[in-house]
């Protein structure tokens, strides 16, 4: 158990529709990440909010958008879905977000399945 | 643009036999760090073993171990003694840090198969 936990595990929605998946990271953790895994793009970093802000941004695409929360959780909010976002949505945490703590490992929760029918 | 390739897309062994799973990486800052994660098929990732820049040793976890050759800029993860739960993707990732933020980049990932 890597101590990240994310709700839903799996969801099947409709084209069109909106989901949001939750993230709690581990005890600590300022810094959380979302991924997604899909077959044909493999790993791709989505986002990185650190503390409540924003800190990077990767191929999240304008329908997706995310928050952390002051309790340190964080959402990720899927709008408009379409087949192709069928993905494995991860999601990590971090102690830091600074290049001085290079050696953070980054844990990883067990993912969000989500099916877009 | 920092990228990892792995350029295995499968490999297999005999259980109990030692295998190395290979990593290249191609960055230009120095201070990086380089990640292994394994994902079984139930699909969770597992942190399996961490390796900086500046390590003068080579990271070992267990039966895993992390051969780093800077000057080649490989990064090989070796499982010794391989059980058949070791069967899974596994996946090299890089940590880049610019401006304060951090993220990890993959590899495509290598699915080990072990063969009883």
């Known amino acids: 158990d890597s101590g990240v936990t994310q709700t839903p595990k799996h969801l099947i929605t409709a084209t069109g529709q909106r989901v949001t998946l939750r993230c709690s990271p581990r005890s600590g953790d300022l810094s959380v990440y979302w991924y997604q895994q899909s077959l044909d793009q493999g790993l791709q970093f989505l986002i990185q909010y650190y503390n409540g802000e924003e800190r990077a941004k990767g191929n999240i695409l304008e329908r997706f958008s995310a928050q952390q929360f002051p309790d340190l959780h964080s959402e990720l909010n899927l709008s408009s879905l379409e087949l192709g976002d069928s993905a494995l949505y991860f999601c990590?945490?971090?102690?830091?977000?600074?290049?001085?703590?290079?050696?953070?490992?980054?844990?990883f929760g067990e993912g969000s399945w989500l099916t877009v029918v | 643009a920092q990228k990892i390739t792995q350029t295995q897309p499968g490999m297999f062994v005999q259980e109990k036999e030692a295998v190395t799973l290979d990593c290249t990486y191609d960055?230009?800052?120095?201070?990086?760090?380089l990640f292994w994660y394994k994902q079984p098929s139930s699909g969770e990732m597992i942190f399996l073993i961490y390796q900086g820049s500046y390590d003068q040793q080579n990271a070992t976890e267990g039966r895993y171990s992390l051969n780093f050759q800077k000057a080649r800029k490989s990064a090989n993860l070796v499982i010794s003694a391989s059980q058949l739960g070791d069967s899974a993707m596994y996946f090299c990732?890089?940590?880049?840090?610019?401006?304060?933020?951090?993220?990890?980049?993959f590899g495509k990932g290598t699915k080990l198969t072990v063969n009883p």
């Open positions: 990732a890089m940590r880049q840090g610019e401006g304060g933020s951090e993220k990890l980049v």
């Open positions: 990590a945490s971090s102690v830091d977000a600074g290049t001085s703590l290079i050696g953070n490992t980054i844990y």
């Open positions: 960055t230009s800052d120095p201070s990086y760090g």
